[in-house]
């Protein structure tokens, strides 16, 4: 994630040089070290944007079962890997009178689910329940497995528009970011032995689940390079910095059935580990697109938009470990391309 965005901003910068290179003999030459920095005069205008995006998590894949063979010992790991889903954007700007400055109302998020699924004969192999609950370790002839994510964020942030010389536009953010992350994990596996000793057969249902809630400060700056004839390079960096509550529910349950495969002869429910406290998460997040606006006339203007962008939030999620307790500290991130619409109403 880190080189992805590491990427979209040495884009943008390689872009600027080019620009600046290509257009060396349209542009005077500086007579001093200053920079040509101002704020442009605008009028009152509205831009209503909205963003369809093809994202996909970056967090670890769910790795929910492992097959030993009962042969040589080998052994195959299942996991839910994730996909792209489809998710939408949106943001309000108000560009207020005067010099350059705005508020925007932005929103994002995705909400996906990925399964996956396996099943063995129990003469050949054994396998392993899952790796999210203390209760891992018994062998099921077949195991569904499935990760559900919703992620959602607002921002509410007041920008400065800035000139630098003829080509070259600077927008410096900043104000609050609001997040809702949720990550869940579940398997549930069938045809496993009777634990008490029958004929019958057991089940087992198990679940990780990741929640984040919160609100913090957040910073950035877009980019524009003006290429000419309505169309520009333009990027983002934006930082944040999120106070929240984190909390995490890992449990399980066993049940065990008669050979009617009606009759519950026992039910085991495993330790069930919740766990709650508030975190600042750090969030980064970057895009790089190249944009072209056709101007109607003064008071009216259409963009388009298409590029890539990632995002990502620190030690926000857990993860399970093959002994049943779950690991701390892993990142949550989305990434894909994105398509961009603007309308601009003075």
């Given at each position: 994630m880190k080189t992805q965005i590491s990427l979209i901003l040495l884009g943008l910068g390689?872009?600027?040089?080019?620009?600046?290179?290509?257009h060396a003999d349209e542009m005077p030459m500086p007579a001093s070290n200053d920079i040509n920095l101002t704020a442009p005069d605008q009028s009152g205008m509205w831009s209503f944007g909205a963003t369809a995006?093809?994202?996909?998590p970056t967090n670890s894949a769910f790795n929910y079962a492992d097959i030993v063979s009962s042969v040589d010992g080998s052994t195959v790991y299942k996991n839910v890997d994730a996909s792209y889903h489809w998710w939408f954007g949106a943001d309000i700007t108000y560009a207020f009178p005067g010099n350059g400055r705005d508020v925007t109302l932005a929103y994002e998020g995705l909400h996906g689910t990925n399964t996956d699924s396996t099943s063995v004969p129990a003469s050949t192999v054994s396998l392993g329940s899952g790796m999210i609950s203390t209760l891992s370790g018994l062998s099921y002839q077949t195991i569904e497995a499935k990760t559900d994510t919703n992620y959602?964020?607002?921002?509410?942030?007041?920008?400065?528009?800035?000139?630098?010389?003829?080509?070259?536009?600077?927008?410096?953010?900043?104000?609050?970011?609001y997040a809702h992350?949720?990550?869940?994990?579940?398997?549930?596996?069938?045809?496993?032995?009777?634990?008490?000793?029958?004929?019958g057969s057991s089940v087992e249902n198990l679940k990780l689940e990741n929640t984040f809630n919160g609100i913090g400060p957040r910073l950035g700056s877009d980019?524009?390079?003006?290429?000419?004839?309505?169309?520009?390079?333009?990027?983002?960096?934006?930082?944040s910095a999120l106070i929240g509550s984190r909390s995490i529910d890992n449990k399980g349950v066993i049940t065990t059935y008669d050979t009617d495969g009606t009759t519950v002869s026992g039910t085991i429910n495993g330790s069930n580990n919740n766990d709650s406290e508030t975190r600042v998460i750090p969030e980064i997040d970057g895009r790089l697109g190249l944009n072209y606006t056709y101007d109607y006339n003064s008071t009216t203007a259409l963009g388009f938009e298409?590029?890539?962008?990632?995002?990502?939030?620190?030690n926000v999620v857990a993860e399970g470990s093959s002994t049943g307790q779950y690991q701390d500290n892993t990142n949550f991130g989305v990434q894909g391309p994105y398509a961009?619409?603007?309308?601009?109403i003075a």
């Open positions: 390689l872009v600027s040089a080019s620009v600046y290179a290509s995006v093809l994202m996909q959602d964020a607002g921002d509410l942030v007041f920008g400065q528009k800035l000139d630098v010389g003829k080509r070259i536009r600077l927008h410096p953010f900043m104000g609050l970011r992350i949720d990550v869940t994990d579940t398997t549930y596996g069938s045809g496993g032995l009777d634990l008490t000793g029958g004929d980019a524009q390079v003006n290429l000419g004839q309505g169309f520009s390079v333009r990027g983002r960096l934006g930082l298409a590029g890539w962008q990632a995002t990502n939030y620190f961009r619409v603007q309308l601009d």
